[in-house]
T-cell receptor, first 111, second 117 residues
Framework: LAKTTQPISMDSYEGQEVNITCSHN???????ITWYQQFPSQGPRFIIQ???TKVTNEVASLFIPADRKSSTLSLPRVSLSDTAVYYC????????????FGAGTRLAVHP | DTEVTQTPKHLVMGMTNKKSLKCEQH?????MYWYKQKAKKPPELMFV???????INESVPSRFSPECPNSSLLNLHLHALQPEDSALYLC????????????????FGNGTRLTVT
């Protein structure tokens, strides 16, 4: 199983770009990298997923270097409502694959 | 609102009670998951069902008994729980497929907040 390591916490201010990096040195060939956001007392919510290079959607970008041993979630122009815990998961979906959460990064966005 | 519905939202039970948590999805997902989350900790995988069959049990104590009666429903039966079992119980679902298919992320419900007294 690919273990992930993220910073425990980060602070930012409204309007800034936030980059959260996740290390996953033993990622397997078939593994995808997926990021989730979680607010208190809610389930994690899918943000973005990628396999290699760069992926962008309406809320975030995901940068994955060629060796795939790390990935960076980029949140442009954060607002107070982006204050949450962000989890990086590495693995493959499906009923026989364990999708294990790492410790996550607590992002606090300040006015 | 989420596409995975969990009931009840809150549950308080004594250590001798029997209760059940319910989860429902109508996205056609054939993999369903139970996770347990303690305060300020990440979700911990408990069980995975694939096509209504239990495929992964993460050495969960037998006082937790999962059931998948059909492709849309997932239950977690609780009996003789301990106060340390108090947590947020999350249900999730995803597509189940074969290598080469596009990956499908997990879709989570908002959980059942369980308190064992």
């Amino acid at each position: 199983l690919a273990k992930t390591t993220q910073p425990i916490s980060m602070d930012s201010y409204e309007g800034q770009e936030v980059n959260i990096t996740c290390s996953h040195n033993n990622i397997a060939t078939n593994d995808y990298i997926t990021w989730y956001q979680q607010f208190p007392s809610q389930g994690p919510r899918f943000i973005i997923q990628g396999y290699k290079t760069k992926v962008t959607n309406e809320v975030a970008s995901l940068f994955i270097p060629a060796d795939r041993k790390s990935s960076t979630l980029s949140l442009p122009r954060v607002s107070l409502s982006d204050t949450a815990v962000y989890y990086c998961l590495v693995g493959r979906w499906g009923g026989y694959n364990k999708l294990i959460f790492g410790a996550g990064t607590r992002l606090a966005v300040h006015p | 609102d989420t596409e995975v519905t969990q009931t009840p939202k809150h549950l308080v039970m004594g250590m001798t009670n029997k209760k059940s948590l319910k989860c429902e999805q109508h996205m056609g997902h054939r993999a369903m998951y139970w996770y347990k989350q303690k305060a300020k900790k990440p979700p911990e995988l408990m069980f995975v069902y694939s096509y209504e069959k239990l495929s992964i049990n993460e050495s969960v104590p037998s006082r937790f008994s999962p059931e998948c009666p059909n492709s849309s429903l997932l239950n977690l039966h609780l009996h003789a729980l301990q106060p340390e079992d108090s947590a947020l119980y999350l249900c999730a679902s995803s597509h189940w497929g074969s290598p080469g298919q596009n990956n499908s992320p997990l879709h989570f419900g908002n959980g059942t907040r369980l308190t064992v007294t």
